[in-house]
């Protein structure tokens, strides 16, 4: 079987996606959550809403002491 590829192709800096459940977007980031805390969460916009909340309220109490 001979080789059809040509010299220029550089196979080295491909990168490959996986299909399905554990395929990963390129450029974002994941982050699993554990199984009892993601039963609190439907979805990825409730969990930001939650931190940004946690976030707001550490940083009023920061600026109160």
Known sequence: MEDELRDEYDLQ???VRRMGVK???FGDTII???SDVADFFPNAESV???LRFLIRITKD????V
């Open 13 to 15: 800096s491909l990168k």
């Open 23 to 25: 395929r990963k977007k």
């Open 32 to 34: 699993k959550l554990d």
């Open 48 to 50: 930001n809403e939650a």
């Open 61 to 64: 109490n920061q600026a109160k």
